[in-house]
């Protein structure tokens, strides 16, 4: 599969089998956010890998799922993710601007899972504190967002939207992911005009 073939086959996951993800690929996938462009090339980000048993319960409980679906597409203990890398700035590097940084970085971890057929889901509806707080994580640190990982026990499928932006779920359980459509986003040279 080829980058823009991925990108376009590239849907959140939030429903996973619970086979393990090997750490080599976990590092791969950091190694891929880790080159991504930074702004003043500041490299402010780090990451924490998140795949012991143990942890992983916890770090879910500071999760919330699918804001137009929630509580109804929150995992359940048996699809719930394997993994997680949380996303950190260094305060002590870059004290503004960093979520364009991360922004980049994650887009990149992503899309190196996708050529892994592994499925993501990028958090930012989670209890930065108690994620702080569970991982001892220093104040020099601010946890940006969080991506979930997980081989896909879903198939999402993405669709040109009608009316309505809100993903959903049709009466067999499939996610359907309305996009604007390219000639809604798109203007050439000084052809912005109101929409």
């Known amino acids: 599969m080829n980058v823009y073939e991925a990108i376009l086959k590239r849907r959140t996951i939030r429903k996973f089998t619970q086979q393990t993800i090997d750490r080599d690929i976990l590092k791969k996938l950091v190694n891929a956010a880790r080159v991504a462009p930074q702004g003043a090339n500041l490299q402010p980000l780090k990451y924490i890998i998140i795949d012991e048993q143990t942890l992983l319960p916890a770090i879910f409980e ?5 804001g137009y679906l929630y509580p109804h597409a929150t ?3 048996e699809e719930r993710p394997v993994a997680y890398i949380v996303i950190l700035n260094d305060l002590n590097i870059k004290k503004a601007g960093w979520e364009i940084d991360a922004g980049a970085a994650i887009e990149n971890l992503i899309l190196a899972a996708m050529q892994e057929e592994i499925g993501t889901c990028w958090l930012g509806a989670i209890d930065r504190n108690k994620i702080k707080e569970i991982l001892n994580i220093p104040n020099q640190y601010h946890v940006e967002s969080m ?5 896909p026990k879903e198939q999402p499928v993405m669709e040109e939207r009608n ?3 809100k993903y959903y779920k ?4 499939i996610l359907h992911v309305p996009k604007r459509t390219f000639d809604e986003v798109v203007f050439y040279n000084k052809g912005v005009e109101q929409r």
Do not use: S
Request: no cysteine; aromatic share 10%.
């Open 147 to 151: 991506v979930a990982l997980g081989y």
């Open 163 to 165: 009316e309505n932006i």
């Open 170 to 173: 049709d009466n067999q359980g």
């Open 75 to 77: 995992p359940e203990a």
């Open 62 to 66: 500071t999760t919330k799922w699918a």
